[in-house]
């Protein structure tokens, strides 16, 4: 199951992992655990993957959200771009390219400080020119 491959390769990088294996236990998962990451595929049981991904972005909008699917259809693959997903990739890539995704998303929200705390100085500097 690609959900035991994924879970032991991220263990052995270091990663403390979760598994939930339909969506209603990812959704719980996800309001009683703190959570970085989540690895989702849209085909689970009980509750779809797209709803999980609505209620990431509703209720814990800084977990970063990578979709793994077979199912990427055009209109999926946009409203799920649209909720925010970090990335989507399709079953059976490399894990080389899952794990530099997930690199990347971890990395996301530290950039975005930086970025800001940039933007912020920038605009101080421009204030102090223009009151002088």
């Known amino acids: 199951m690609l959900c035991n491959k994924l879970s032991e390769i991220l263990s052995d990088e270091g990663f403390s992992t979760a598994e939930a294996f339909d969506g209603r236990e990812a959704m719980q998962i996800l309001d009683e655990s703190p959570i970085d990451l989540v690895l989702l595929d ?3 049981s009980h509750i779809h993957g797209m709803d999980v991904l609505r209620h ?3 209720h814990h909008p800084a977990v970063q959200t ?3 699917s077979e199912t990427g259809t055009i209109p999926i693959t946009v409203e799920a771009l649209y909720l925010g997903v970090f990335d989507f990739i399709e ?3 490399p ?3 899952i794990l530099h995704t997930i690199h990347n998303a971890l990395d996301k929200p530290c950039l975005q400080r930086h970025h800001d705390r940039f933007i912020e100085e920038v605009a101080c500097s421009m204030w102090a020119s223009e009151a002088m």
Do not use: F, N, Q
Request: no cysteine; charged share 40%.
């Open 91 to 93: 079953k059976g890539e």
């Open 66 to 68: 990578i979709v793994l």
């Open 95 to 97: 894990i080389e390219r």
């Open 42 to 44: 849209l085909d689970l």
């Open 56 to 58: 990431v972005e509703a």
